[in-house]
């Protein structure tokens, strides 16, 4: 069943970078790629809930994630939204971006953030033909990164809010499942941090055409676009 889950979103994130399909047919295969993740992901964790014993615990994990300049504070808000989404938490640590979540979960967010960050490149690049000649071009592009992020984050977070929708309505014990994975994930940062502080804020966009050509990429985006089983290196956008 977990290859049947894997191989459905595979197929959707190739069908979502693939250069030769219509813009339709992209963003249409990222809207179903992030459901299907955040909806596996609440499913796999209920059946681990069912089949737990004391001799075999479910315990939330850590992941180091490379995230690199430049744009690096827009790429902790693009990581930090997307695991919020998928049931992580992201605490970083000096310059060590840490997330920490169930397994499973944890392949899919890195899946998901190393594959936008290449769709956020590769956008940014294409946005260049649209750049105002009067808007210098590090405004431009952070501009255009913050639309890109603020809009992908905002995609993830209601496709997360569906699958859990639909969760519900299959399981009535969902909530339960959830606030689980929560304390999990919760205990295993309290165990490596302690308590934490409040994070920075991320400065706000210069350029309001970069910014909206960003906004217009993000909905592009496609929210789910590389092999499941496999990770990426981290990309410079």
Do not use: C
């Not at 808007?135 to 255009?144: A, D």
């Amino acid at each position: 069943m977990a290859m049947d889950w894997e191989n459905k979103i595979s197929a959707m994130l190739r069908l979502a970078e693939d250069p030769g399909a219509t813009q339709e047919e992209r963003d249409h295969a990222l809207e179903r790629a992030m459901f299907f993740i955040a909806k596996y992901n609440i499913d796999s964790h209920a059946l681990n809930m069912r089949n737990t014993t004391a001799e075999k615990p479910i315990k939330a994990v850590s992941e180091t994630f490379t995230v690199t300049n430049p744009y690096r504070n827009l790429k902790n808000m693009l990581l930090n939204g997307i695991s919020s989404a998928l049931g992580g938490k992201l605490v970083v640590s000096g310059n060590t971006f840490h997330v920490f979540g169930l397994p499973d979960d944890l392949v899919r967010i890195k899946t998901l953030f190393y594959s936008l960050l290449v769709q956020g490149a590769m956008g940014m690049a294409a946005a260049q033909d649209n750049k105002p000649s009067y808007v210098h071009g590090k405004t431009f592009n952070h501009s255009w990164y913050m639309g890109f992020v603020t809009t992908v984050n905002a995609r993830v977070r209601n496709a997360a809010y569906r699958a859990t929708a639909e969760a519900k309505k299959e399981a009535p014990g969902t909530d339960l499942v959830l606030a689980d994975r929560t304390n999990l994930v919760d205990a295993a940062v309290s165990a490596r941090f302690g308590k934490l502080g409040k994070g920075r804020s991320v400065t706000s966009a210069k350029s309001s055409i970069g910014y909206s050509l960003g906004t217009q990429a993000g909905y592009s985006a496609d929210i789910g676009q590389s092999r499941m089983g496999g990770s990426r290196r981290a990309v410079g956008a």
